[in-house]
């Protein structure tokens, strides 16, 4: 099922905005979301799967589309660069640089984890604790994860790496401070997890829409990508699987 929402206040005057069309195909929901000065002006959602060859170029209409009718000039293209699924992250890299070169505006990198943490910090700052951490998990298959560790000012305690889960995972981090974990690795860690300091969060994915305020201070600071050599933060080398025989079930 596609979700279409658009922001329906009415913008007087884009003067001195930063527009940005934002992208995220790092998992399996594919989307994309046009904001202008912390406001999300138009996007689009899918969340049924590996859809986003067939829906992230009509998903980028849209938001464009939407643009235009409005008057408004895009500034800068912002895409999830990692971790995630291998194809997703090239799917929505892929797009996001022919897009920027296109257009003629800077491309702007999200990283996942940080992505994640900051939809957490925003929607869910009061049910946590002041003191509490945060560890986004990826799945990564079987029981590793793609996650990291970060305090709320954003600081990589623990730096984003693959991670294979057992009972004594993020043991250090647990020990003394609530912890809370997320994303749609975060149910392998809750199966194996004993310790009364961590907090689980459920129903957080990476989310265009979420994009926002990370993008927003990349541009403001001129951080942007080398469109010929920028690649995914993939963590670690893909691993294709051999499909299995007809013959040998």
Not at 98 to 117: Q, R, S
Request: proline share 4%; hydrophobic share 45%; aromatic share 10%.
């Amino acid at each position: 099922m596609v979700k279409k929402r658009n922001f329906v206040k009415k913008i007087q005057t884009y003067d001195l905005m930063a527009v940005i069309l934002n992208i995220d195909t790092s998992t399996n929901v594919c989307s994309t979301a046009l904001t202008a000065e912390g406001m999300i002006l138009c996007h689009r959602e899918d969340f049924q799967g590996q859809n986003h060859a067939a829906m992230l170029s009509g998903f980028i209409k849209d938001c464009l589309d939407h643009a235009r009718d409005h008057e408004m000039q895009l500034n800068a293209v912002a895409v999830s660069m990692g971790p995630g699924s291998y194809t997703g992250l090239r799917i929505g890299l892929s797009e996001a640089k022919g897009l920027a070169y296109a257009l003629d505006v800077p491309l702007i990198g999200v990283d996942t984890l940080e992505l994640l943490v900051s939809h957490v910090m925003f929607d869910f700052s009061l049910e946590l604790p002041e003191s509490a951490l945060y560890a986004p998990m990826i799945d990564a298959r079987r029981m590793e994860v793609f996650t990291g560790v970060y305090d709320n000012a954003l600081a990589p305690l623990m730096k984003p790496q693959p991670l294979i889960l057992d009972d004594d995972s993020y043991g250090d981090f647990l020990a003394d401070r609530p912890v809370a974990f997320f994303g749609n690795g975060s149910q392998k860690w809750q199966s194996v997890c004993n310790s009364s300091n961590a907090i689980f969060v459920s129903d957080v994915v990476p989310l265009a829409s979420d994009m926002t305020a990370l993008a927003e201070l990349a541009y403001s600071r001129g951080q942007f990508l080398d469109l010929a050599y920028s690649t995914p933060y993939y963590l670690k080398d893909f691993q294709a699987t051999k499909p299995k025989s007809v013959l040998s079930r």
